[in-house]
């Protein structure tokens, strides 16, 4: 299984910006998909996900401006960033969960200028 995100860049702040992140290999039908960041300094934390199924779930600190979407015959799921503020700065990394196993993309870097 690989995980290839894309969409990172340099925004100001109360910019969007739509990460991407391609799913390819053995991908079972139930499972979930969704999106980490994590700033220098800092752990990295849950943001956003998504089951197979549609079901979401945010962290408190994106909720109502970070929307995540996917589409499963494209293997593909989105994260819709809205009001980007500078504490989003961060590398974002997509992760799919299937059968017991994380996988993970290599991370797409968000920088936001104040």
């Known amino acids: 299984v690989q995980l290839q995100a894309s969409g990172g860049g340099l925004v100001q702040a109360g910019g969007s910006l739509k990460l991407t992140c391609v799913v390819s290999?053995?991908?079972?039908?139930?499972?979930?998909m969704g999106w980490y960041r994590q700033a220098p300094g800092n752990q990295r934390e849950l943001i956003a996900g998504i089951q197979s199924g549609g079901l979401t779930n945010y962290a408190d600190s994106v909720k109502g401006r970070f929307f995540i979407s996917r589409e499963n015959d494209k293997n593909t799921v989105y994260l819709h960033m809205n009001d980007l503020k500078p504490e989003d700065t961060a590398v974002y990394y997509c992760?799919?969960?299937?059968?017991?196993?994380?996988?993970w993309g290599r991370g797409t870097l968000v920088t936001v200028s104040s």
């Open positions: 290999g053995s991908i079972f039908s139930f499972n979930a």
């Open positions: 992760y799919l969960h299937q059968l017991s196993s994380d996988y």
